[in-house]
């Protein structure tokens, strides 16, 4: 659909003047010039207008607003309405690095809820990090140093409550995995509930047989974050169970996704 100028004013009750300004001032608008001299506007042009109007009503400034490339600005305009106003703002901090203002909610959930609606909420947030790094939301710079952040935090959680017992469960990441803030916090409520455990993170898969051998685990718990053939992940059980008899439980996203591709075929 094409529009005027006075059909803009009217949808986004801003003056033609004020629409004029800024399409020739910020390049955000991308008008038809047609033969009869009138400038057409698209849907595109209608969206970027309503987007700086619904955020200009949240308190942004205009400047910080149309300072990013047309493309980026019907980006965020296609993909924030995929988020709650409470999830945009958190977002925001996160792709500003202000992290103060996220470590203040989390200790008062902590403190007021207890510990596992603190989990509950780190989760949400590890969550909610991924889905705006897919929507181009932040960017992997941006999603790997809150990742650091926050992995901090869950650390801090962890140092209050290890004990000097034998570990029995172990908590490890895939070894072709890079992700383990999942299995970082499954390792925090372990601890939490008085189980006596170690975290290790990533090893390479001879190391990590290595270590369920020498130290005896009962139970290893492997998170996946990136999905695995189902025969990758068997195979690391086999050779886990040839070495040390153990209870091995894997989990996370990638296991999820795997077990749900094969519902019914071979699970």
Known sequence: MKYLIKDLANLTEFSPDRIRKWQERY?????????????????????????????????????????????????????????????????????????????????????????????????????????????????????????????????????????????????CIYPKDEHELGALLHYVKLLKLKVPARYVGKLPKEELIKEIKHNQYRVVSISVVMPRKWNELQKLKEDILKHHTCKVLFGGYGYKKMKEKLKGEFV
């Open 27 to 171: 390049h955000i608008l991308l008008p038809e010039v047609g033969k009869n001299g009138y400038h057409y506007y698209s849907n595109e042009d209608l969206k970027i207008l309503l987007f700086i109007k619904q955020e200009l009503k949240k308190g942004r400034k205009l400047k910080e607003i149309i300072q990013k490339p047309r493309s980026e600005i019907l980006n965020e305009y296609f993909h924030y309405n995929e988020f709650s106003q409470e999830e945009i703002e958190i977002i925001r901090k996160i792709a500003s690095y202000n992290y103060k203002p996220i470590e203040t909610y989390l200790k008062k959930i902590y403190k007021n809820a207890g510990f596992f609606q603190w989990s509950k909420e780190v989760h949400k947030l590890i969550l909610l990090t991924g889905r705006a790094w897919e929507k181009n939301l932040i960017s992997i710079s941006d999603e790997h140093s809150f990742s650091s952040w926050i992995k901090g935090h869950i650390l801090s959680q962890a140092i209050k409550m290890a004990s000097n017992q034998k570990p029995i469960w172990l908590v």
